[in-house]
Antibody, heavy 120, light 111 residues
């Protein structure tokens, strides 16, 4: 069974750094794109970017490029989403999800979400 | 403002059929890439309902179906049930952004 298990809730202050994780199991982690999706409070889903753990090929939506860093450790079957300096507007639920095929495909398995709260 | 446009809400009575449209452009839905649909129940992670325009993952009831024509796509739900009350999102790859995008989401209310 494919499972994505994300790290726990985070409460941070503006300007702090943060790295959240997503551990995959039940499938060949290096061979599937894995992505991150933001959902701000009461709002819709936003596609942030994806990474192919096999070769670390990474694609970002332009509005997130430079704001976050997506990485992966294929030896540990874990993907990461990182901020160098958080802003209050980063407060949201963050989901990781596996892409079912090519990079343009849909997400067929999702993590449980990591809530991030940033206070100013 | 989302690249893909969905109505904020739709509603229907139990047993009825509802459709949720998703309107895009020649750089996303109008390309060779497929449209995908998700259901998000309150307080839970989204779930893939339809992939590549018309395909249902195993376990998704046949009451859910998808279609695509030109720069628009739609999700149809027949035999509405109370448990279908949720938010629904479309997703497509946008060639001008070189990234995928979601619609703004549609809240389905079962009357």
């Amino acid at each position: 069974e494919v499972q994505l298990v994300q790290s726990g809730a985070e409460v941070k202050k503006s300007g702090e750094s943060l790295k959240i994780s997503c551990k995959g199991s039940g499938y060949s982690f290096p061979n599937y794109w894995i992505g991150w999706v933001r959902q701000m409070p009461g709002k819709g889903l936003e596609w942030m970017g994806i990474i192919y753990p096999g070769d670390s090929d990474t694609r970002y939506r332009p509005s997130f490029q430079g704001q976050v860093t997506i990485s992966a450790d294929k030896s540990n079957s874990t993907a990461y989403l990182q901020w160098k300096s958080l802003k209050a507007s980063d407060t949201a639920m963050y989901y990781c999800a596996r892409v079912r095929g090519l990079a343009a495909s849909g997400f067929d398995s999702w993590g449980q979400g990591t809530p991030v709260t940033v206070s100013s | 403002q989302s690249v893909l446009t969905q109505p904020p809400s739709v509603s229907g009575a139990p047993g009825q059929r509802v459709t949720i449209p998703c309107t895009g452009s020649s750089s996303n839905i109008g390309t060779i890439y497929g449209v995908h649909w998700y259901q998000q129940l309150p307080g839970t992670a989204p779930k893939l309902l339809i992939y590549d325009n018309t395909n249902r993952p195993s376990g998704v009831p046949a009451r859910f179906s998808g279609s695509k024509s030109g720069t628009s796509a739609s999700l149809a739900i027949t035999g509405l049930q109370a448990e279908d009350e949720a938010d629904y999102y479309c997703q497509a790859y946008d060639t001008s952004l070189s990234a995928s995008v979601f619609g703004g989401g549609t809240k389905l209310t079962v009357l």
